[in-house]
């Protein structure tokens, strides 16, 4: 059964940084693309940044240059480091496994105010 723990989330003021983990329970991950998602109040779920298997990230426009999604195969865990933040980063993010096997998490939420 795969299961996605996060962790990471707070409250942070703007300008300040956070770095979020999502620890994987099964053999699947190395082989499998990883992402971020994130959902404030009041919208739809969007998706933030991927990782593929080999390496290969990529991030949506309103967090490119700021966050940095990476993975350790070894300890089954993908990260995103959060830089700069925004008020408008404000959300509940949530990892995704993201195929060939599917899954999410429970999300960790983080909050950007001063």
């Known amino acids: 059964q795969v299961q996605l723990v996060e962790s990471g989330g707070g409250l942070v003021p703007p300008g300040g940084s956070l770095r979020l983990s999502c620890a994987a329970s099964?053999?699947?991950?190395?082989?499998?693309?990883m992402a971020w998602y994130r959902q404030a109040p009041g919208k739809q779920r969007e998706w933030v940044a991927g990782?593929?298997?080999?390496?290969?990230?990529n991030y949506a426009d309103s967090v490119k240059g700021r966050f940095t999604i990476s993975r350790d195969n070894a300890k089954n865990t993908v990260y995103l480091q959060m830089n700069s933040l925004k008020p408008e980063d404000t959300a509940v993010y949530y990892c995704?496994?993201?195929?060939?096997?599917?899954?999410w998490g429970q999300g960790t939420q983080v909050t950007v105010s001063s």
């Open positions: 995704r496994a993201a195929g060939p096997i599917y899954a």
């Open positions: 099964g053999s699947f991950f190395r082989l499998n693309g």
């Open positions: 990782i593929s298997s080999g390496g290969s990230t």
